[in-house]
């Protein structure tokens, strides 16, 4: 059966990470190259990067990022952040990364979802979609908003509706973050994660709150993801990525075990 | 000299990639007299069956890989380079090149494991069991696990040609061997170490050469 999948999260700016990583020997790494090469080695199932660059003649610096993690591990990584339109796409996936993940573009324009499908194929263009807990309302039935600009800006976008519309315009994963969990390391917005994923037919990778192992079993079980992101637990070296298969496997949760 | 086909199809420079970091020695080329100077060939692929068979027929390439298969030299599917050595795929009803008997057949809506319905494409971490042994999957742990990403997957007709499988909900040939072709529907050139071992067996691999 398919494994579920642990994928580490790495945001790099001007082409540094943005935080360093300790690793072993508290040595920082700063360089998210080498950040990729230790997850790779560490059991990593697929890598994320967000580029958070935020002059525009700078962003080149990321596609040599990306060339350079092309040839350093051998398993699939996305890049998002700033992808506002098919040249941008290109550039990346040209560059070796398997996917590409749009957010506020998309909901400014969501045919480039049905553009790049159509380039590059469903598989290669994942969906973000930053979600913030709202009131119920005939504009938000699910009570989840999407927002964009990093939670600054609500789009009036209810947060299942835009899933299943994102579906349908050829997206072929959804990244979902939940911007009230995101940083608090309390655990996954299973609700949230669980209305998505058993309504839409692509894969759901959850993202923001993860603080512990258990957070993880929660989301892969009862919130139906298909992958979970991580990032302060595995950055700040609390756990290494091996530790937290080695939990699930203990805990019935199918991973990757040999690399 | 290790040659892989160029025909616009995705994973091309993911495939140079990890040949480069097993050290071999490659060239990447539609040429004809490039590829039939090779040792070996890999035909990848990542995109629709309907739009590769059309570019792969212009090129000629399409015979040319039933007069490479009659050399006896090795041959290696990837992906969508595994499903159209088949007779026909269902994907945009296109009729492909017929190296091995079969087709190639959509993942049936309504799978389910354990209850819960199951997503499309098949996407991620999956192992394979083997029937038999080979030369190019030496050395693979039954544990291994390898990446694949797919909505269609190759049904050859005659049992001997499936050398391994996959559970998805359903049984489905992942790896094919006949004679001196073997073709897997996951990427070798995204799965880790193990991944990179079938490449480097490969490239060690004299088929019936």
Not at chain 1, 14 to 28: P, Q, S
Not at chain 2, 60 to 73: A, F, N, P
Request: charged residues 20%.
């Amino acid at each position: 059966m398919l494994s579920k999948r642990i994928i580490p999260c790495l945001d790099v700016r001007d082409g540094k990470l943005t935080k360093g990583i300790n690793f072993k020997g508290n040595v920082d790494i700063g360089d998210p190259v080498e950040a990729a090469r230790e997850y790779y080695e560490q059991g990593a199932d697929e890598i994320v990067f967000y580029d958070i660059t935020a002059s525009s003649d700078k962003r080149d610096i990321m596609i040599d990022v990306v060339r350079r993690v092309a040839e350093t591990i051998f398993i699939p990584f996305s890049v998002g952040g700033g992808i506002r339109n098919l040249e941008d796409m290109r550039k990346v996936i040209l560059a070796g990364a398997e996917k590409v993940s749009v957010n506020s573009a998309a909901v400014n324009e969501p045919e480039i979802i049905t553009q790049g499908a159509k380039a590059f194929g469903s598989q290669c263009i994942v969906l973000g979609m930053d979600v913030k807990k709202v009131d119920v309302s005939g504009k938000i039935p699910s009570g989840y908003e999407i927002v964009i600009h990093g939670g600054r800006k609500f789009t009036g976008f209810d947060a299942l509706w835009w899933a299943k519309e994102a579906e349908a315009l050829g997206v072929g994963e959804i990244c979902l973050n939940s911007i009230d969990a995101d940083g608090t390391q309390n655990g996954y917005e299973l609700k949230l994660t669980e209305l998505i994923s058993k309504n839409v037919h692509i894969p759901v990778i959850a993202s923001g709150g993860a603080g512990k192992p258990q957070h993880l079993v929660e989301v892969l079980t009862k919130g139906r993801a298909d992958a979970a992101l991580i990032a302060s637990m595995v950055h700040y070296r609390t756990y290494t990525i091996a530790e937290i298969k080695q939990y699930l496997n203990e805990h019935q949760i199918k991973t990757r075990m040999l690399w | 000299m290790i040659a892989i086909i160029n025909y616009n199809a995705g994973n091309i420079t993911s495939v140079a990639r990890a040949l480069q970091n097993i050290g071999q020695e490659f060239v990447v080329t539609d040429d004809i007299k490039k590829l039939d100077a090779a040792s070996h060939v890999i035909f990848p692929g990542v995109g629709a069956a309907g739009e590769a068979m059309a570019y792969l027929r212009e090129k000629k390439l399409d015979t040319w890989l039933k007069s490479w298969l009659s050399t006896g030299k090795p041959l290696m599917g990837i992906c969508l380079g595994t499903q159209i050595i088949l007779d026909y795929s269902e994907e945009n009803d296109t009729n492909c090149i017929g190296l091995v008997t079969g087709s190639t057949k959509r993942f049936p809506d309504k799978l389910t494991s354990d209850g819960q319905a199951l997503k499309i494409p098949h996407m991620g971490w999956n192992s394979v069991t083997f029937r038999r042994s080979h030369p190019v999957f030496q050395d693979i742990s039954p544990d291994a696990e390898f990446y694949f990403v797919h909505s269609y997957y190759p049904a050859p007709s005659d049992e001997r040609a499936i050398l391994g499988t996959t559970d998805y909900g359903m049984t489905f040939c992942s790896v094919l061997a006949v004679n001196n072709l073997v073709a897997m529907q996951f990427h070798p050139e995204k799965s880790g170490r193990p991944g990179l071992q079938i490449l480097r067996n490969f490239c060690a691999w004299r088929g019936n050469a």
